[in-house]
T-cell receptor, first 109, second 114 residues
Framework: KNEVEQSPQNLTAQEGEFITINCSYSVGISALHWLQQHPGGGIVSLFMLSSGKKKHGRLIATINIQEKHSSLHITASHPRDSAVYICAVRSNTGNQFYFGTGTSLTVIP | EPEVTQTPSHQVTQMGQEVILRCVPISNHLYFYWYRQILGQKVEFLVSFYNNEISEKSEIFDDQFSVERPDGSNFTLKIRSTKLEDSAMYFC????????????FGQGTRLTVV
């Protein structure tokens, strides 16, 4: 079973497009993370959310706790945004993380 | 900006050998984690560590695995007798006090078992 589901799995966009990646989860959480993984494999933490909305530059993350859903938006996408974006949730019953399978984003110039 | 560092970046080992993967978490963090990602698959939780003991572990984390914080700065993952299926990218992460603190990830160690 997948505690975290992401969509779409793959996404190709033209430079400048507005991008949305969705994440749904089925477990109780204390926090949700959006992570970015570049082709070399390293993981960067973009956001941690427990409610509402956060913005950092061209990235916006929102979470709806009642609906168990989060979205990551990228405005004015750029080729350097090309990466795998991973949604991960931290269980509220312990110290475990559950990961989505990732969304592979390619932004074409 | 503080960061989690992992060494080595790539390790090749023979099946049956012991390996130790090393991580230096962010200095004032209290919670430590190991994850792995088999090539082409999603990231999987292995273990979390707090107050010098394991607080959670997944079913992947069997008797072949152990973790240690030997000197107050390093956080290590040991695999006693490696198998081919242990080949993966291993990530370390750390977070501060409380469940609501952001976790910071290292760049990973790519382990190849031959």
């Amino acid at each position: 079973k997948n505690e975290v589901e992401q969509s779409p799995q793959n996404l190709t966009a033209q430079e400048g497009e507005f991008i949305t990646i969705n994440c749904s989860y089925s477990v109780g959480i204390s926090a949700l993370h959006w992570l970015q993984q570049h082709p070399g494999g390293g993981i960067v933490s973009l956001f941690m959310l427990s409610s509402g909305k956060k913005k950092h530059g061209r990235l916006i993350a929102t979470i709806n706790i009642q609906e168990k859903h989060s979205s990551l938006h990228i405005t004015a996408s750029h080729p350097r945004d090309s990466a795998v974006y991973i949604c991960a949730v931290r269980s509220n019953t312990g110290n475990q993380f559950y990961f989505g399978t990732g969304t592979s984003l390619t932004v074409i110039p | 900006e503080p960061e989690v560092t992992q060494t080595p970046s790539h390790q090749v080992t023979q099946m049956g050998q012991e390996v130790i993967l090393r991580c230096v978490p962010i200095s004032n963090h209290l919670y430590f984690y190991w994850y792995r990602q088999i090539l082409g698959q999603k990231v999987e939780f292995l273990v979390s560590f707090y107050n010098n003991e394991i607080s959670e572990k997944s079913e992947i984390f069997d008797d072949q695995f152990s973790v240690e914080r030997p000197d107050g700065s390093n956080f290590t993952l040991k695999i006693r007798s490696t198998k081919l299926e242990d080949s993966a990218m291993y990530f370390c992460a750390s977070s501060g006090r409380g469940l609501r603190f952001q976790a910071f990830f290292g760049q990973g160690t790519r382990l190849t078992v031959v």
